[in-house]
């Protein structure tokens, strides 16, 4: 990989940010979708496509890619804007999401959309694909590596929990899973549904490794792969701890904004925030 | 008919279908360095054991999940393998159901083997006699389904499985049951065989209930009236020319299987006729009920899918024609 030099960290900062302003005028457009999740992992994704990735938009089935499944199917706008600003497809299609006729479905679709490894939108099943494919990889001899994004929500399913049986019996070190720790799901907070932590302790007993970082920050972030992809006994876990809805201030820590999507008035209000930046610039 | 195969009624071969499995995996696996197989804790009984002897490294021992089961090998098949997956029927795909619907929406090249299917797993009782699988896969886009009459016939399914790119469900039994085809039957996916000709019904059977409804073509025969029987082994896609053309030749159509009549084979027998050549059907299978403990042959007659019941069922539908 690349050296992350400060300019590098800057460039996914803004590509993240961008990434955001598409995501919020994809859900307006749409009319329904998943808001609080699409815009926390911005952050993990602009990682993911302007540096972690070993890929080729061009050439989306090059055997040798390294392979990002999404189990978290719903927060798909936030993969679709990082696809496309990455180069996968015109970022004039994403306003498309969630149409008819679309290549982007409501819930990732492989056989609609190159680039997408897998369907994912039925909790858990990704992270069990994912398994496979790092498997797969492992029987081949290949030296390319297995990602997948869940959402903390989602860990409530058994599905998951076979999985990571599976992946620490077969010591699957090619294999490293995100957690977007933001703490909501639909009904409310995560440990109000159904109560998950200690999370890393749960992950370390099934045999993983467990790094927490921030998911708003890039450099830990970025390293925290690193550290995975030098560890060559166990699966990684990395629990991004996020604030839900980042980057729109009347979204944030709400679990309201878990499925909801904002309307025209409040589209514009969380573009201008995203556009200056919270304030932090004057204009647009 | 020219083209009627003969098929062995003798009775005297018996093995169960799941054995053919074992042995056809194993070709599957000589042929293609690509196919691997997962098991859920039941290595001995879906007779994947063979395949694990043969190719050790290319066996995964999954423990006893069957959904993880089944996305795991859709990642494999995503990834280039392909991915045998066995556990029993009532596990897989009864409880693995959204996952290989997910799976079959990526087109993954998986081959789901439920083992024990049928009332006739016998003493194990209701709980593991899977009879409402072939509804629950047949109704999946692309997905294709596949219910052996024996063990030989169950080899080659195997065989062709691996050649085909897609999603395959083979369903198999775990009791012994008659050797009716031979190493040169033919056998082709959804491509139906006329076992035995006659004019005045159809039996259309699939899985090892075509020994019954064989026999029960010979008691009729004895009475003076001649049936076509038909060899269904493909439920999905179905072969329609072949049922199409039983209907037409014969004007009353009785199906045959071991599983709910509900959504079962014949039920997608009715789709076709209802479409294309309406005639007089009767049903045997399991009339929405579940099964109970007791030995296979009990339990068939009990249930009413014995050879007594395929020629009551023939003589019924002959007088609705």
Redesign the interface.
């Known amino acids: 990989m690349l050296d992350l030099t400060d300019k590098k960290v800057l460039a996914i900062e803004e590509a993240a940010n961008t990434i955001r302003e598409d995501i919020i005028q994809m859900l307006l457009a749409a009319g329904s979708g998943h808001s609080a999740g699409s815009l926390d992992m911005a952050d993990v994704f602009a990682a993911f496509y302007f540096h972690i990735l070993n890929h080729d938009p061009k050439n989306p089935d090059w055997a040798d890619r390294d392979r990002l499944i999404l189990s978290a199917g719903h927060i798909c706008p936030v993969r679709y804007a990082a696809m496309a600003r990455a180069g996968y497809f015109p970022v004039e299609e994403l306003l498309t999401l969630r149409k008819f006729g679309s290549r982007l479905q409501g819930h990732p679709e492989r056989m609609h959309l190159p680039g997408l490894e897998t369907t994912s939108g039925p909790l858990g099943e990704g992270v069990a694909q994912a398994a496979g494919m790092a498997y797969a990889a492992r029987l081949d001899g290949k030296s390319w590596r297995t990602y997948c994004v869940m959402g903390d929500g989602e860990q409530d399913c058994g599905i998951v929990w076979e999985t990571l049986l599976f992946a620490g019996a077969y010591k699957l070190s090619n294999l490293t899973v995100i957690i977007d720790r933001n703490n909501i799901q639909i009904d409310g907070p995560t440990e109000k549904v159904m109560p998950l932590e200690s999370l890393k302790a749960k992950y370390e007993s099934f045999n993983w490794r467990v790094i927490e970082v921030g998911g708003h920050n890039i450099r830990q972030f970025v390293e925290a792969v690193e550290e995975a992809k030098a560890t060559e006994d166990r699966p990684t876990c990395i629990i991004a701890h996020t604030i839900a809805g980042k980057g729109v201030d009347f979204m944030e820590y709400k679990f309201e904004w878990h499925g909801a999507v904002p309307n025209p008035e409040q589209a514009e209000k969380a573009l201008k925030e995203l556009r200056t930046l919270g304030g932090k610039i004057e204009s647009e | 008919m020219s083209d009627t195969l003969k098929f062995d009624i003798s009775g005297k071969t018996q093995l169960p279908t799941r054995m053919g499995f074992g042995d056809g995996l194993v070709i599957a696996g000589k042929n293609d360095p690509n196919v ?1 197989a997962l098991c859920a804790d039941l290595t001995e009984s879906t007779r994947m054991i063979l395949f694990k002897k043969e190719f050790p ?2 066996f ?1 021992q ?2 006893i ?1 069957e ?2 089961l ?12 392909v ?1 045998f997956l066995s556990s029993y029927a009532m596990f897989s795909p009864g409880r693995s159901w ?2 290989v619907r ?1 799976a079959c ?4 090249n998986i081959k789901i083997i439920g083992s024990h299917a049928g009332v006739s797993v016998g003493p194990d009782g209701a709980t593991h006699q899977a009879i409402e699988d072939m509804a629950i896969t047949r109704c999946i886009p692309d997905l294709i389904v596949i219910n052996p009459c024996d063990s030989i016939e169950a080899r080659k399914a195997t065989v062709e499985a691996a050649k085909v790119v897609g999603p395959v469900y083979i369903r198999l039994a775990r009791e012994k049951t008659p050797v009716m085809t031979s190493d040169d039957t033919p056998f082709a996916i959804s491509k139906a065989q006329v076992v035995h000709d006659g004019k005045d019904a159809a039996i259309i059977a699939c899985g090892p209930l075509l020994y019954q409804s064989l026999m029960a073509a010979e008691e009729l025969a004895k009475e003076g009236i001649e049936c076509r029987v038909v060899n269904n082994h493909t439920i999905k896609p179905m072969d329609e020319k072949t049922i199409i053309a039983a209907a037409k030749d014969c004007g009353a159509v009785v199906t045959v299987e071991e599983h709910q009549i509900a959504g079962g084979m014949g039920s997608a027998v009715a789709e076709i006729l209802a479409q294309n050549d309406p005639v007089p059907m009767e049903f045997v299978g399991v009339h929405d009920q579940f099964g109970q403990s007791g030995q296979p042959n009990e339990l068939l007659e009990f249930y009413g899918m014995g050879v007594k019941d395929v020629v009551k069922a023939v003589k019924a539908v002959i007088k609705r024609k």
């Open positions: 691997v490294d290319r995964i999954m423990g999940y959904q993880a089944v996305s795991i090998s859709a990642g494999l098949a995503l990834a280039g393998k991915p959204d996952q997910t929406l990526s087109k993954a």
